[in-house]
């Protein structure tokens, strides 16, 4: 007899547990176009900053044109009508 790997013990799981829920698809965010920008002094950051209207951070690597509206799910919840 075969003895069941890791996963395969847990797919066999969370397929139990995820009967008669509802199908969920997200769509990623694919850009089709990606720039890299230089920027010689300070000034010059502020002002593209202002052009794009977001806050250059400089531990953040990308951004989005126009802003990417990234809502919480925090506080979205699953009711059931049948009960």
Known sequence: ?????LFEDYENEWQKEWKDMPEFNMK???PILTIKLNFKTQEDINEFSKLI??????NQENYWFPKLNRNSTSD???YDNES
């Open 1 to 5: 007899m075969k003895k069941p790997t």
């Open 28 to 30: 990623p965010e694919v």
């Open 53 to 58: 209207n977001q806050n250059i951070r400089f």
């Open 76 to 78: 979205l919840k699953y």
